[in-house]
């Protein structure tokens, strides 16, 4: 299986494709760091299964410098926007360390945002799901949610 890791936190997606490696050793694993190189390399190899954090920046980290100007805190749901677009078979897992995205009086929840994301994008979007470096809950949700999508295929 074809699987695209969009994360810009070094620490989380080192965790995240460690585990995937580990777990999944048969699976072509490719990595983005922003909202951009996530979307050409989805673009380009059509991935089955793309794991993706809600925040990412626009441009990968080398073109960014010293400031978070760059930073998207809703970047998910415009990944999938456009992933929708290209009208390939793929299914998006967002795996983020945040439970609130935004700023007041914009303030939404990680659920708020996967009831939308699963109103808007039903062929594509599985669910969402919260990373956190203290419990292994996320890896036993990406376990079963990597089963559904080659089960799937």
Known sequence: MKVLLVEDNL???AAISKFLSKKFPEDVLEEADSLIVGLRLARDHRPDFILLDMSLPNHPSKNRGAHAADMRPFAG???????KRMKFPTKVLIVSMFETFGVAPNLTTLQGL???????YPEIYLSAIHYSTSD???QVQVKKFHQIVKAGQ
Do not use: I, N, P
């Open 11 to 13: 620490g989380k997606r």
């Open 77 to 83: 749901t415009e990944f999938l926007r456009r992933v």
């Open 114 to 120: 996967s009831q939308d994301m699963a109103e808007k």
């Open 136 to 138: 292994d809950e996320w």
